[in-house]
C-alpha cells in the first residue's frame, strides 16, 4: 500500500508521462515514459521512429513498424548517453511493458516502476517480479 504522499507523487509523474506521450507521431498507441531518481526527473521518453527515421509509425495496413522504439527503451537510451544513471530510480510510464523492454528496466538498474495502463501481454510484468522489481499500477483519471 502506498502512503499519501508517495501516491501523490506517483500520481502527478504519471500525469506528466501521459503528457510526454502525447509528443508521439504514433496513431494506434502513444505512450509516454519518465524515469525519476532522487525525486528530480533524470530522463523522458515516447514511443516513436529512430532518429533521422519518419515519423509515421504505422504501415499502410496499420501495423507498427518492426523499428518503432518504445518509450521506455527510448528514456534508459537518453540516460545512456547522458552523465546520469538509472540505478534505483523509478519509471513511471502509461502502458505496461512488453518483454523485451521489461529486460531493459531490469538491466538498466530501475528498482521501481509505476504504470497506469495494461498491455496486452503481461509477460514483461511477470519478468520484473521475479526480478524483485517493485511494480504499482495506478490508473490515473483522463
Not at 41 to 52: A, F, Q, V
Not at 82 to 92: H, I, M, P, V
Request: glycine letters at 4%; a positive charge; charged letters at 30%.
Amino acid at each position: 500500500m502506498l502512503d499519501k504522499k508517495q501516491k501523490k507523487y506517483d500520481t502527478a509523474y504519471l500525469k506528466m508521462a501521459k503528457e510526454w506521450s502525447k509528443l508521439s507521431h504514433c496513431k494506434r498507441k502513444q505512450v509516454g515514459a519518465l524515469i525519476v531518481k532522487d525525486k528530480m526527473i533524470i530522463s523522458d521518453g515516447y514511443n516513436g521512429t529512430p532518429t533521422g527515421f519518419d515519423n509515421c509509425c504505422e504501415d499502410d495496413q496499420g501495423n507498427t513498424k518492426w523499428h518503432v522504439l518504445h518509450a521506455e527503451a527510448n528514456a534508459i537510451l537518453k540516460v545512456a548517453s547522458s552523465t546520469q544513471r538509472c540505478n534505483e530510480a523509478t519509471l513511471y510510464i502509461t502502458l505496461s511493458p512488453c518483454k523485451e523492454c521489461s529486460k531493459l528496466i531490469h538491466q538498466s538498474g530501475i528498482k521501481r516502476m509505476v504504470y497506469s495502463n495494461e498491455y496486452k501481454d503481461n509477460s514483461g510484468i511477470d519478468f520484473l517480479k521475479k526480478a524483485k522489481i517493485e511494480i504499482i499500477y495506478l490508473p490515473i483519471d483522463e
